[in-house]
């Protein structure tokens, strides 16, 4: 009975990781579980004597330091204000039918013009949910009109919509930052070539497929669109200068060493209003629906980055770092290598029954220090630079959460948008390929790490 008690005592720190990876299939509130649970083995903690009632009290200021003092957070209801102000401003109907014209005689060209309004678009909002609802509401009965599958072209409409994840200004890279105490603005110019080789892969894959399968993927007519040069150059001024204006607001201040990133956002968030005033989309009421969206998704990443710091401060002093060295030497995963592949494959599983948030606050804590500590020259120019191209790999990777099932969320905001004849095993049949895509994303981003450190470098973000 000694020994058990002294073997809980040594190991409450696993346990409390196996507590939480099961509640949080229950279903509650991710911010609930995640304090709830660190309280729970605090309080275990201090009958083992394994943890000491003071050390709570060095909680309140460790989430005043890293959270309501940091002003990177500031961005996050920034970035959503101007993602909902966007939604309603009309802009993304204007580009898909200017994208659709420019495309017309290419393979699979409706299905290449959704994976370009996501890119785009995805520079503008940073909101997968929205994202996901627009493309689905604006693109999906035109690509089933003009006789697209069921299945590219919810593959293809979710696969872009999670694009605004990954490509700068990404909520999540400015939750990695605040994390892993790392510049969001490195994170931002480390992230577009990635996101533009994502979907420069899925613009590879669709063609090809049409290429192949030309009934799954009809050319548009030679006469839909303008006729005239005129009326096409008054279609592409209308359509790419608004959001080509924005994104060079946004994170061309950025890049240009300008604005830091929430300064951006708030640029942003005015371009956004600018853009709606134009279209003739603003009044007081939308300006008060895109406000109160802002202000909970605020409320909700606040509350959530604060269960975080409590979990992760007693998972650490229960010497759960320690203990997570251990079990991988165990396992006989101790070089560099193939504990970077293990985390990989660790977040791709996750993401069949987490959100990436969920991901993040659980992972990086834990194995970001132990990998930060290897050395991973002369793969890496400088091994001061792995952070950062550890943290895009798992942005990359986390793409998939949002379209792998049972709790993929991309996938049921399309649900919750297609028609009744659009089940969801065409869903799920249709994202299997980006999936696929989305793995050989990361897997080049491995091989080749220039695709993530080269643009910070240029930028003098990594001097």
Known sequence: MEDLYFWVGDHLSVLMFAVLTVIMFVGYPVAFVLGGVALGFGALGIVFDVFRPAQFFALIPRIWGQAVQNPALIAIPMFVFMGTMLERSGVADDLLRALQVITRRIPGGLAMSVTIMGTIMAATTGIVGASVIMLTLIALPTMLERGYSKELSTGTIASAGTLGILIPPSIMLVIMGDLMSVSVGTLFTSAILPGLVLSAIYLLYIGVFAFFRPDAAPPLADDSGPQSAAELTRMLLRSFLPPSFLIFVVLGSIFGGFATPTEAGGAGCLGAILLAIGNRRFNLKVAREVVESAALTNALVFFIIFGATLFSYVFRALGGDDLVAEILKALGIDT?????????????????????????????????????AIDFTPHLAANKDFLVWFLILIAVNLQSAFLTPPFGFALFYMKGTVPPSITMQHIYRGIIPFVVLQMVAVVVCIVWPEIVLWMPRRFGFLD
Do not use: H, R, T
């Open 336 to 372: 560099g290598w193939e504990i970077l592949i293990f985390v990989m494959v660790l977040v791709f599983i996750m993401g069949f029954f987490f959100d990436w948030l969920e991901i993040c606050l659980i992972v990086l804590p834990i194995f970001a220090p132990i990998l930060k």
